[in-house]
């Protein structure tokens, strides 16, 4: 099928799965409704062994995920992932049951900066990239560091912090303060979702001032249940304060969306306007990870796509920074929520 090569590397690697078909697969995987969080992670273990440590399956998705970004309409995206949890040779543990072999970390970001570079060249979409330390394996964040600097000029743009927050404690774990005296101890530039910062009025108010960009995934807040239905979304507030926030896809196959599920959900459920969705976009380009000349390039873009008259360009442009799909993170940036 066009973007499930688990499949056919499934087979291929004889690596069992619990469908025949891409389709099958998806309905596995996929989520409709909110789940517990055990549940909600055991969908990873459905697929991730038939992709970690296959080349072929780590640049074929890189690739196909740049195609299904550009039928999104969407102009520029930076993704996240975990070099890691796809290696299986030189890491310390090796995740989804693999047997060891010959798949380093290192070599994992140049294959998926390949396939996005690839994908870029025929699709027409910017991709950047962000590597991902994970809270739980500290040891990992310092090579995430290292791998950050090579391959800066090949798409990565970004180091971020990903896992589980729940872990007390865990931004100061001494491997991850090894790797981030390189940028300022845990100084966040962005911040994924935020919603708790809004239960510290002081603190919401302090990274308003500042400027602080929130990353917001309203389809993924209520799958996950970090969003209560009945209460009013985080995003409404950002919205009505005029925050800097973006809205974003989180973890699209599991949660079976793409941007515009997103963008549809705020429309018709929390009054967003046009307006809003360009403001929020012009938001989002001025915070990306480019270098200034490349961030003034996308925001001309937009603001031509945009321009008055405004009805003229109704959805045509679309930013996503959280398109997760290679392999999953649990969302948590360089910061404590």
């Not at 740049?66 to 039928?71: I, L």
């Not at 520029?76 to 049951?97: C, D, G, Q």
């Not at 009013?232 to 950002?238: D, I, M």
Request: charged letters at 25%; aromatic letters at 10%.
């Amino acid at each position: 099928a066009a973007h499930h090569p688990h499949c056919f590397v499934s087979r291929k690697r004889g690596v069992p799965l619990p469908a025949d078909t891409a389709e099958e697969l998806r309905n596995i995987i996929g989520m409709d409704e909110p789940l517990s969080l055990p549940e909600f992670l055991a969908k990873f273990n459905y697929y991730m062994p038939a992709i970690a440590g296959s080349r072929e399956a780590i640049k074929r998705i890189a690739y196909e995920f740049v195609e299904m970004k550009a039928k999104e309409g969407v102009v520029y995206v930076e993704v996240r992932y975990s070099p890691h949890l796809l290696a299986n040779s030189k890491v310390e543990p090796i995740f989804w049951n693999q047997a060891e072999g010959d798949l380093t970390p290192d070599e994992v970001v140049a294959l998926v900066s390949q396939g996005l570079q690839e994908g870029e060249r025929d699709f027409g979409v910017k991709v950047r990239s962000i590597l991902c330390c994970m809270r739980d394996q500290p040891n990992w964040s310092p090579e995430v560091l290292e791998l950050c600097k090579k391959y800066q000029q090949q798409t990565v743009v970004a180091i971020d912090l990903a896992g589980d927050e729940t872990i007390e404690g865990s931004s100061l774990f001494p491997g991850h303060v090894k790797a981030y005296e390189a940028v300022d101890i845990l100084k966040a530039e962005r911040v994924g979702h935020g919603y708790d910062t809004l239960e510290d009025e002081a603190l919401y108010e302090r990274l308003r001032q500042e400027n602080m960009h929130f990353e917001v995934c309203p389809w993924s807040s209520y799958l996950t249940r970090a969003w209560k239905p009945d209460t009013e979304h985080a995003v409404v507030r950002f919205k009505n304060d005029q925050a800097n926030y973006s809205l974003n896809t989180d973890d699209p196959l599991v949660f079976k969306s793409t941007l515009d599920t997103d963008y549809q959900m705020t429309k018709r459920d929390m009054g967003f306007t046009e307006e809003e969705f360009k403001r929020l976009n012009i938001n989002a380009a001025k915070s990306s990870f480019l270098p200034e000349d490349e961030k003034r390039e996308l925001l001309e873009l937009l603001y031509k796509a945009y321009g008055m008259p405004s009805s003229a360009t109704a959805g045509t442009f679309c930013l996503s920074f959280r398109a997760v799909h290679l392999p999953w993170i649990q969302p948590g940036f360089l910061q404590d929520s």
